[in-house]
């Protein structure tokens, strides 16, 4: 993997890549400024030559000229480098500086001097997340094959108008194909229900209870847009995600992100139980697809326990281990 170091003292530079070195991580450049790195990865130059890529970038706070905030905004806003890990490098302890840098876009921060141990540290998190991230982006190819193969037909055929999710089917092929995609581990089927839907409808009329089905659709469209998943509306407002390759933990802290942004939305509902807001169920049920009966076990299993969670009160995430 690639280390890009960036830092306008000549000793610094030497004393971070020394240590990365030393490690065994023996791709690392060097740059003296924000405007060298830039040249280094493609930014702002005109007919630049192909950008190199980098898997982690050390970056200096205080540089002359361009200090690094603003480097790391700039380096954040180019499509090609948008997932890199950053982590700042200051011997500030000024907690307004670091959170700019948070706001521009920053993964990390270590203070200097720089101690051996905590850079190696912080240097293997970040890396473990951008492998992470590079995962997720080659599933969601591998995602994007299957649904342009499988999905020939007009596109809109496949989607549920209400939601603008796709429809059950294309969830259930999608599970089905999973034992024959480049996958190695577990698939995680996410089921989630609005609590006390029923009651909300019939108090407050079918167009009411479609507007929030609707609201809650559109927040899990945009809790789950990175992780590469599959999400189907099925009846009664339930909706279930199918997500190759996520282990039992990381789906449980998906479906927790999945209730919580359905909380967030702050929707009224009176019928709700210790809630005055629309709230959410939500089962994660993870394990193997390797053959047909699988893919109606994960499925069947985190359909019909939801409904069970939701009826004793909801606003939960519950695992259903295999």
Known sequence: MRILIVDDSEDGRDVAEAMLLAAGYENVSTAGSAAEA???????????????????VLLDIVMPEIDGIEACARIRNDPR?????????????????????????????????????????RVRSALKLKSELDRRQA????????????????????????????????????????????????????????????????TQGDA???SIVAKVARAVRATAATVGVVAAAYRDGMIVLVVPELQSKPALALGEALRAAVSRLAISNPESIGANHVTASVVVVTGRVKRWIDRVHLLTRAMSTVPRIAAAGGNRVVPEYD
């Open 38 to 56: 830039y040249r280094f990865l493609g930014i702002g130059v005109a007919a630049a030559q192909e950008p190199s890529a980098v898997d982690l």
């Open 81 to 121: 480098h948008s997932d890199v890990p950053i982590i700042m490098v200051t011997s500030l302890g000024d907690m307004d500086s670091l959170a700019n840098a948070f706001v521009a876009g920053a993964t990390d921060y270590i203070t200097k001097p720089l101690n051996r141990v905590e850079l190696l540290a």
């Open 139 to 202: 599933r969601e190819r591998e995602l994007t094959h299957f649904m342009s193969t499988w999905g020939e037909r007009r596109a809109s055929h496949w989607i549920d108008q209400a939601t603008g999710l796709f429809l059950g089917e294309v969830a259930e092929a999608y599970l089905t194909a999973a034992a024959n995609l480049p996958f190695d581990g577990d698939t995680s089927v996410i089921a989630l229900a609005i609590d006390r839907l029923d009651s909300y409808r019939s």
């Open 208 to 210: 009411m209870a479609a």
